[in-house]
């Protein structure tokens, strides 16, 4: 299976939950966001998101501003 994060391709041999990638690639910090193909995944549902072939996903900061 292939996806994209962050215009980087990976190659996972197995379906994973985005908790279980950004764990295990050591991107799991307060204030992230993702999306998955332009749609906001909400944090509490990370866990339970199974990544698919082809998924584009974009890691970012929240940043808070005023």
Request: charged residues 20%.
């Amino acid at each position: 299976m292939r996806i994209s994060l962050n215009d980087e391709g990976i190659e996972l041999e197995n379906a994973l939950t985005v908790q279980a990638l950004l764990a295990q690639r050591g991107y799991l910090q307060p204030g992230c966001a993702l999306a998955i193909n332009q749609t906001i995944i909400p944090r509490d549902s990370w866990d339970d998101h199974l990544l698919q072939d082809g998924d584009d996903i974009l890691l970012f900061q929240a940043i808070a501003g005023g």
